[in-house]
């Protein structure tokens, strides 16, 4: 089904269907619409934003604000793809486990490639992966928890760091003395406007990885929202005054078509598009506005990521934004919770609970070939990223162990009008994917 949206709406409001309201996140925008102006992308209470850009809220390069002083992270030293062979015992602060077979080299002789070359080259990455992917051999990105920590990954240690995003719990906490209830012993982050108690311990883990700088690639995974593998939708419901309202109701789902896009690759305003019908990625929550800037109660999100046509899932537990409303309907700011540190590995190194597009445990040889090939990309082990994660994580204690088992996690959104609507839809590509 194509929808064609203002029409269409119009159409589905005269016919009795729910088309969903909406929102977006913690602005930057200093316009805001005015009380009572009646802007045209609020009908009858209600509105809806698809999300045309989202990245993790971080923080400038470390190369300029000096939170590194021990250097970045190494990665993969020695030989193999992107600077090194990967596997138990290669130098990255790993034990191979007894039995285990060598860790893969590349062939002595071989040459880095350079360009689309072939030859001895060429071979030698094809043995490579063949290696990587050789199920007796032991996988770092498949059991961290096997190895030990990497001492050359590093993380941000210094306490006055600043960093991009909200303060989530309300409190302003330091690593010293006994930590507030529901967390764990952690240093808060600087606001970049100086605000105090900025809850980004994910910032904290990746900061000192240069995949995670301007210019590496970390960041980039919004790209594939863009061509269509996934998309979240916001709605607003009850707004009676878009400056200052005290009760309203706000929902996230993900999307289930492609986003639209102009000939220049840029989303488009006013289409319209259809929640997922998966109820698992529905979320709903009350919020207020002042001034111009929403803010929600807590509640768990859940999205999806798409890696090598491995299906993940992004889930953000006691999420919550805070969002203002431009005179245009951009609506752009911050969506910060905390995110389960299995699962944030599992999504972001590991991919071990990917699916493929019919829901099934995605191809072994896949994951592990994704996996073990990005960290050599790069620039990370996957073990360094594992215990990493696990020592920053600051939200819900394991009520036996005390220990913490989520990481405060921040993204940085823009959001567009558009209309959003209940109602299952097919994809162009459901067939293919069904195959």
């Known amino acids: 089904m194509k929808f064609g949206g203002r029409k269409f709406a119009a159409r589905l409001l005269a016919s009795g269907g729910l088309p969903l309201g909406a929102v977006t996140l913690c602005a930057l925008s200093s316009t805001t619409l005015q009380a009572g102006s009646g802007p045209s992308f609020v009908h009858d209470g209600t509105a809806g934003f698809v999300v045309s850009h989202i990245e993790y809220a971080l923080s400038q390069d470390a190369k300029d604000t000096g939170v590194c002083p021990d250097g970045m992270t190494q990665g993969m030293q020695g030989a193999g793809l992107g600077g090194g062979a990967y596997g138990p015992g290669s130098g990255a602060g790993g034990q191979r486990p007894a039995g285990a077979a060598p860790t893969p080299q590349r062939p002595a002789g071989a040459q880095q490639p350079q360009g689309g070359g072939g030859g001895s080259a060429e071979e030698a990455e094809r043995q490579f992966i063949r290696m990587i992917s050789d199920p007796s051999r032991a996988n770092a990105c498949a059991n961290p928890e096997s190895m030990k920590p990497d001492p050359n990954f590093r993380t ?63 960041n980039g995974w919004a790209t594939e929202m863009l061509t269509g593998a996934w998309g979240i939708l916001i709605t607003l419901k009850g707004v009676d005054d878009i400056r200052n309202d005290d009760s309203v109701d706000v929902g996230f789902f993900a999307n289930a078509d492609p986003i639209e896009l102009s000939p220049n690759r840029e989303p488009l305003r006013d289409a319209t598009y259809a929640v997922h019908q998966d109820r698992r990625f529905h979320a709903r929550t009350h919020g207020r506005i002042k ?27 006691d999420a919550r934004v805070q969002m203002t409303l431009g005179a245009d309907g951009v609506l752009e700011g911050y969506l910060a919770g905390y995110t389960p540190v299995e699962a944030m590995y599992n999504l972001q190194y590991g991919f071990r609970d990917g699916k493929n597009g019919k829901g ?9 070939i994704s996996s073990m090939g990005q960290a050599a990309v790069l620039g990370h082990t996957c073990n360094g990223a594992y215990y990493a994660l696990h020592e920053l994580a600051d939200g819900h204690p394991d009520p036996k162990t005390g220990k913490c088992t989520s990481i405060s996690t921040q993204y940085r959104i823009k959001a567009i009008p558009a209309f959003v609507v209940d109602a299952k839809t097919e994809s162009l590509n459901e067939d293919l994917e069904r195959r």
Request: aromatic share 8%.
């Open 156 to 218: 941000v240690k210094v306490p006055e760091a600043k960093a991009y995003g909200i303060d989530i719990d309300g409190r302003d906490s330091r690593a010293k003395g006994k930590p507030f209830p529901g967390t764990c012993a952690h240093n808060d982050l600087a606001g970049m406007k100086g605000e105090h108690g900025i809850d980004n311990q994910f910032f904290r883990a990746v900061g000192c990885s240069n995949s995670f700088q301007s210019t590496g690639q970390s």
């Open 360 to 368: 099934e445990p995605a191809d072994r040889r896949l994951i592990t």
């Open 291 to 317: 001034d111009g800037v929403l803010t929600t109660d807590p509640v768990d999100v859940r999205f999806y990521k798409i890696t090598n046509s491995i299906y993940l899932e992004r889930p953000l537990v």
